[in-house]
């Protein structure tokens, strides 16, 4: 894993990575002529708790909320600046919402014919604002109180759009990863400003403007490049391209973390970790054996999949957050110093999913601690299930509990065990 800067770019598109292009797992199916909401206490076999140690946080099921009935799958969920509703979005191509503190359901937001692959609130100038990109080519602007569509942005016949991320030096961009290219335009008054369809040759699956550096913007694709554009002035492949990083397989998912968002984190759809100073342009840490290592941290079964990646700016600490087809989930931490590590699962979630988990949604920055009610958040999974997770020292808990011997294998004594905060 090399970061190679842009005089040679031209040949990685040349000499793209072998791997080959894996099938997503979002691709929808068809949808359901009616759905029916169910905001209901999950009934949870009671068992009696096993001692564990005081400093291991578990974590119980409230309830859960079944967003249709069949085969749907809960691809993402994001929350309001607020926090007083949540959006999420189905494959039935349709985003509902509901209230974050008790389940009920608010209403939903219908008009994409394909698949959405991203869902975002708008900041707090427009806090009612509800932005959504999907496969029929389109972005959408909705209100959250209506559940109306307000605005329509069109990337072209035959473009799905993949990713979406407001930003620029003004704050008036919206850029999107599109196939094989990226658009950008001012949404001010909704002209394309750019086209940058050289950097890469596959589906830019994210797009993301660095915070704090608005004018930096980030792109990954399925070719396994990630890019970097400097967005001031007129936008274009040549002169605006600032690095390129070569993760070698497939990217899904990109993020940022550091105490100045100087470092990005990428997940490839092979399950793959890798830690990168973009502005140094360097590699911090890479793991292609990460799910063994998070595998190796508990005695549950193997770990399958990632479904995204936490960093807390108060503990200045990453975690990837791990799950097994069965539905439990945990967060490990990622160990960046002079030994680089994935360690034994910090928070696990058990007994409310019962498929792969596609969405983590923490109602506070730091794992381990929740919000005045005792809420931990909300995850959702192809289960089309929706679930409210506790802390156990809430009097509303039910009796869905985590034993520490789940966390850590205890013949693995030389694996150094992470005090949780």
């Not at 009671?46 to 859960?64: A, Q, V």
């Not at 830690?275 to 193997?302: G, H, K, P």
């Not at 920055?365 to 929740?370: D, E, I």
Request: aromatic share 10%; proline share 4%.
């Amino acid at each position: 894993m090399v970061m190679y800067d842009k005089t040679i770019h031209s040949n990685l598109r040349k000499n793209p990575s072998s791997n080959e292009k894996p099938p997503r797992r979002n691709r929808t199916r068809k949808r359901k002529k009616e759905s029916m909401e169910i905001a209901e206490e999950m009934e949870i076999e009671e068992k009696t708790p096993t001692p564990s140690p005081s400093n291991f946080k578990r974590f119980g099921l409230k309830n859960s909320i079944q967003t249709n009935f069949g085969d749907d799958y809960v691809f993402e969920i994001v929350a309001k600046d607020d926090w007083t509703s949540i959006a999420v979005s189905l494959s039935t191509n349709a985003v509902k919402l509901y209230s974050p503190q008790t389940g009920q359901y608010l209403g939903e937001c219908s008009g994409h014919s394909s698949t959405i692959n991203k869902i975002s609130f708008a900041g707090p100038s427009s806090p009612h604002v509800l932005y959504s990109c999907s496969s029929d080519s389109t972005i959408r602007a909705w209100d959250s109180r209506s559940f109306q569509q307000v605005a329509c942005i069109s990337a072209g016949p035959s473009e799905e759009v993949f990713s979406f991320s407001f930003g620029g030096a003004d704050g008036n961009l919206i850029a999107a990863g599109c196939n094989s290219q990226i658009l950008v335009w001012d949404w001010r008054t909704m002209k394309q400003t750019a086209c940058l369809e050289e950097s890469h040759m596959e589906d830019v699956t994210q797009v993301h403007f660095v915070p704090g550096h608005q004018n930096k913007l980030l792109s990954a694709s399925v070719d396994g490049l990630m890019c970097l554009f400097d967005t001031s002035g007129e936008i274009n492949d040549d002169d605006h391209m600032v690095s390129v990083f070569n993760v070698g397989t497939s990217i899904g998912k990109v993020g940022f973390c550091g105490q100045a968002n100087d470092k990005l984190w990428c997940l490839t759809h092979i399950e793959t970790l890798s830690v990168w100073d973009w502005n140094e342009s360097r590699t911090e840490a890479n793991f292609d054996n990460a799910r063994a290592l998070a595998s190796e941290s508990w005695t549950l079964d193997q770990v399958d999949y990632f479904v995204d990646c936490h960093y807390s700016l108060e503990e200045d600490r990453l975690w990837v957050i791990g799950g097994t087809n069965a539905g439990t989930f945990g967060y490990f931490p990622v160990t960046l110093g002079s030994t680089k590590t994935i360690g034994s699962a910090e928070a696990v979630f058990q007994g409310g999913h019962t498929g792969i988990v596609r969405s983590v949604l923490p109602m506070s920055s730091v794992p381990g601690k929740t919000n005045s009610r005792g809420i931990f958040g909300w995850t959702g999974g192809e289960d089309g299930r929706m679930c409210c997770w506790l802390s156990d020292e809430s009097p509303e808990m039910n009796r869905s509990w985590v034993s520490s011997t789940l966390v850590e294998k205890s013949h693995k004594t030389h694996r150094k065990r992470h005090s949780p905060y």
